[in-house]
């Protein structure tokens, strides 16, 4: 029993160390280092999971369990976000009642730019994500905002993605603003909270692929390569923000908003986590 | 004949006293286990797999519940690891049921009756 004993307390410290080794850099802008956050995550991901490439991130629960991967892969046969897609690109292209259009509001006309978002906004002090300027392009050129969550702005979004898949993540955090932006996302990330006093840490890094019931959480790398998803239990597309507000009310919190500051800057720490990873949106998930 | 009615009496209160016990810890243990296994209730089986034939789509984010009383041999130790397992890890994924309101006192030990049976 000595031995059932050490062996359970042997494993809970190692599960503990590994967990702090993945977030080593500190806690306050004069010490946290991203770049090696990015790297310490990556080391944690290859420990747990020796042989799954780096590169098979941005395919999450897929890339490190077979069987849920063999269903997905059936599933990708006929993908289910190919309608989004098409309407995706109708909406991209249909000129606003000013005569412009999305492709107007964006570097290269919006195709191919996915990889670059967040970023960090240095005029307004704040992180934009593709999806805050997709509404703001609108409402430059005087049309109404689309809801944050599913629907018209998931298909643009989705679109948008597409015509950058393959492209890798590029964040770059400029100065000691951005990186207070980003601390905000990762204590966010690493902080339990809730009635269930669960961090998103518990499930997607200490707790990834381990059974909540029937289900595996994904691994915290890679998290926003795929986004937005047709998502099985949704039964239609939807945004990261979406997923992160049920994600947020399952630890049973008084949950944030779509587009909040604290989920743009966990979208910014997260996304920069993916750096070096391409840009596969949009995805399907269960 | 006044000693031998006296210790029919005792007899007949030990008696009666250990039906009552019998019952009531049998009740407990059924309640524990509606709420071990219940989605709406304490969910335990979403993390910790146990050897209850009802046992459906158990969950490994947790140690299973086995060899409880050689595990703890003080089942208070193992009511207070429920009620709040932060308190000795502060990193466990556990949520703490009872710090937390999430079961009521008397749910929580309705589990451990449940439980200490594996």
């Known amino acids: 029993m000595n031995i059932i004993k050490s062996t359970l307390l042997g494993l809970s410290v190692a599960a503990a160390s590994q967990m702090a080794m993945a977030a080593t850099t500190g806690a306050t802008v004069a010490t946290v280092d991203p770049e090696a956050d990015r790297i310490a995550l990556q080391e944690y991901m290859k420990n747990r999971f020796p042989d799954t490439p780096m590169s098979e991130y941005v395919n999450g629960i897929y890339a490190v369990d077979a069987a849920s991967r063999a269903q997905w892969e059936e599933i990708e046969e006929f993908p289910p976000y190919e309608l989004d897609l098409e309407k995706g690109e109708e909406l991209f292209n249909t000129p606003f009642a000013n005569g412009k259009g999305y492709a107007d509001c964006f570097e290269n006309g919006g195709i191919g730019i996915r990889q670059n978002f967040p970023y960090w906004n240095d005029e307004r002090k704040t992180v934009v994500t593709l999806e805050m300027a997709i509404n703001e392009c609108r409402m430059t050129n005087g049309e109404k905002p689309l809801g944050w969550k599913k629907g018209a702005i998931a298909e643009i979004s989705a679109y948008m993605a597409y015509t950058s898949r393959g492209n890798e993540f590029a964040i770059e955090i400029p100065n000691d603003e951005a990186k207070a932006a980003y601390l905000d996302g990762k204590k966010f990330f690493y902080s339990k909270r809730g009635q269930l006093n669960l961090s998103c840490a518990d499930c997607h890094l200490t707790g990834t692929n381990r059974l909540v019931r029937a289900d595996l959480p994904s691994p915290a790398l890679g998290h926003t390569t795929h986004f937005p998803v047709v998502r099985s239990k949704w039964g239609n597309i939807g945004t990261l923000h979406r997923r992160y507000e049920g994600c947020h009310r399952d630890s049973r919190s008084e949950y944030l908003k779509p587009q909040s500051e604290t989920f743009r800057n966990l979208e910014y720490f997260q996304t920069y986590m993916s750096n070096g990873l391409i840009v596969n949106g949009p995805g399907a998930r269960k | ?118």
């Not at chain 2, 029919?8 to 309640?31: D, N, P, Q, R, Y």
């Not at chain 2, 209730?41 to 034939?53: E, F, M, T």
């Open chain 2, 1 to 118: 004949m006044r000693k031998l009615i006296s210790a029919l009496a005792v007899a007949g209160v030990a008696f009666t006293g250990s039906a009552v016990a019998g019952s009531h810890s049998e009740a407990m243990i059924k309640e524990g286990q509606a709420i071990y296994h219940g989605k709406s209730r304490g969910n335990c089986v979403a993390c910790h797999n146990i050897q209850d034939p009802i046992t459906n789509q158990a969950g490994n984010q947790g140690p299973m519940i086995i060899a409880m009383k050689a595990r703890y041999p003080n089942k208070a130790e193992l009511r207070a690891q429920i009620w709040d397992a932060t308190a000795k890890n502060p990193l466990s994924i556990m949520p703490p049921m009872g710090k937390h309101n999430i079961l009521t006192e008397d749910e929580i030990d309705a589990v451990v009756e449940y439980i200490y049976q594996y």
